[in-house]
């Protein structure tokens, strides 16, 4: 997906703000949290940081999307942002385990919370995250934002639980509540980053894409006309959004003008079907037209010409 400069600079600076937001509320998370003696705002804090953390990305990600690629980086900077994310995802595991433990102590020991306090800072951030989110919501048809749009709108919902948890101790003066609350915020950030960390090593291990197959592929490919065979397939992510794709393609002895068009009709295959625009394709000739049974091969109305004109010589 290519991002035009005006909307490259409108998302960039809804990043800015969010960013800037998200900042501040985790300081005053953190602050509040401390003061009121509440678990659940530190986890908060933590939680808000994996959601700096993923706007960040996004930002980071918008950012080295317009650089171009170098003699030294053929590639670019696109998987900056992967390994940055990847760093952070382990970062957020440790501190996902040590508010777990924080919360066990708490479960065990507990200390007085002042719930109006935390539903007032909850309620802060049940707003802002809610702006935030509306805000991404209305660039999120770029792809470098759609995961940080998530994160912020499931942020939203999990601090209105704690102004539930406020409520509740408040009314009840149970105070459990905010250790319970902590450990289930604490399960969210070690979810959440446990899944970022398995789709970046994927993605730095150069593995497949998880919403592709090889197979189909490669019977997407197998079907184009004039197609013979496909072999040394190769499917890696150049970066969170980009695939590219290496193979060969075995088709008959024909013209270049013929090989031309099946290349063509592969990689309209391949963008529509599979959303990939990088692809580095070897064609291996053929000189037997008897590879349609032996391959699969589906030769066209002119390649069987060519074939049969060069037999009568």
């Known amino acids: ?49 994996s959601d700096f953390l993923a706007l960040l990305l996004s930002f980071v990600a918008v950012y080295f999307h317009a650089r171009p690629a170098t003699d030294k980086k053929t590639f670019g900077y696109r998987r900056a942002g992967v390994l940055a994310a990847f760093v952070n995802a382990i970062a957020l595991i440790g501190i996902a385990a040590w508010l777990a433990v924080e919360a066990v102590g708490r479960l065990l020991h507990p200390l007085v919370v002042e719930p109006r306090l935390m539903m007032a800072t909850a309620a802060v951030g049940v707003v802002m995250n809610g702006v935030l989110a509306w805000m991404l919501s209305r660039v999120s048809n770029d792809v470098n934002i759609r995961g940080a749009f998530i994160h912020m709108l499931g942020d939203t919902l999990s601090t209105a639980a704690v102004i539930l948890g406020g409520l509740a101790i408040a009314l009840t003066g149970i105070q459990w509540i905010d250790p319970m609350l902590s450990l289930i915020i604490a399960a969210l950030i070690f ?28 019977s997407a490919m197998q079907v184009v006309p004039g197609v013979c065979g496909v072999h040394d397939l190769h499917v890696w992510s150049l970066g969170s959004h980009l695939t590219a794709l290496a193979c060969h393609v075995k088709i008959l002895d024909i013209p270049p003008s013929e090989s031309r068009r099946i290349l063509a009709d592969i990689n309209r295959e391949l963008v529509e079907r599979f959303n990939i625009h990088h692809t580095t394709i070897q064609f291996e000739m053929r000189d037997d037209a008897g590879c349609a049974v ?18 009568s010589h």
């Open 1 to 49: 997906m290519h991002v035009h400069a005006p909307a490259n600079n409108r998302t960039k600076t809804i990043l800015r703000v969010s960013l800037v937001l998200t900042f501040a509320y985790i300081l005053l998370t953190l602050f509040v949290g401390l003061r009121a003696h509440s678990l659940a705002l530190i986890s908060e804090a933590g939680h808000n940081t």
């Open 191 to 218: 979810w959440s980053s446990l899944s970022i960390m398995r789709e970046t090593l994927n993605i730095l291990l150069e593995g497949t894409p998880q919403d592709l197959s090889l197979t189909d592929i490669r």
């Open 294 to 311: 032996e391959d699969g091969c589906l030769p066209t109305e002119e390649s069987l010409l060519a074939a049969a004109h060069g037999h």
